[in-house]
């Protein structure tokens, strides 16, 4: 479950950095004279030659809704991440963090999948908005501007999504059933009344097999 959440920890800073986001569509191009292709944070164009340009965005709030929304769900799921990183590692048993205060390790850790899930809630969120933004512009046969297709950045933020609900589901099902196991209970059953009595009565009638010479 750790590497599950480290591997997707590190694809979330992959799909964060790569530029291709979503890139100009070839569809119905004779001629291809240049590329475009856009993330987050930047938009480039590539020509025949393979020289590419890059520059980026001028302004914050002249940006589409779902573009500010993405990189605010994607740094907060860098955020989660990191946090789900360190509970899991301080909730490890083999850490000498907490002593060998397991029960207090097992909530640490099951913290850790609880950040793990908002990271991969806060990753699909994020990526599934994109695309449906994109796919939406590409069937509108009235938009006019430049139409996109789905870039691989979006491909490795679903696999981080994934990941990270995967490490999340399973450090909390581990740590679910490690805590069951060492709750073993003893239910009390206490005596009725009538078998008190019978008990009593019984040694209180029962004929003693030594006589009163016996100690003579």
């Known amino acids: 479950a750790l590497f599950l959440g480290f591997g997707s920890w590190i694809l979330v800073y992959v799909s964060l950095e790569d530029h291709y986001w979503k890139e100009s569509t070839q569809d119905g191009s004779v001629i291809l004279t240049s590329t475009i292709y856009e993330n987050l944070w930047m938009s480039c164009a590539s020509d025949s030659t393979g020289v590419s340009d890059c520059r980026e965005f ?34 490890m048993q083999c850490t000498k963090v907490c002593g060998e205060n397991y029960v207090l390790k097992g909530r640490t850790a099951a913290m850790g999948g ?10 699909m969120i994020a990526v599934s908005w994109y695309a449906a933004n994109i796919t939406e ?15 691989e950045a979006l491909y490795i933020g ?10 999340g589901s399973c450090l909390l099902c581990a740590c679910k059933l490690n805590s ?25 009638t029962a004929p003693s097999i030594y006589g009163r010479n016996a100690y003579v």
């Open 180 to 204: 069951s196991s060492e709750k073993t209970s003893y239910p009390y059953q206490p005596a009725s009344r009538r078998h008190m009595l019978s008990t009593v009565a019984t040694s209180q």
């Open 58 to 91: 001028p302004s914050l709030f002249a940006l589409p809704g779902y573009i500010q929304a993405s990189r605010a769900l994607m740094i907060i799921s860098i955020v989660f991440g990191t946090f789900g990183l360190a509970a899991t590692l301080v909730g």
């Open 114 to 123: 609880v950040f793990f899930i908002l990271q991969g809630l806060c990753t």
């Open 158 to 167: 679903w696999s981080s999504a994934i990941l990270a609900l995967c490490g």
């Open 137 to 151: 512009q590409f069937f509108d046969q009235f938009y006019a501007g430049t139409k996109y297709e789905i870039g």
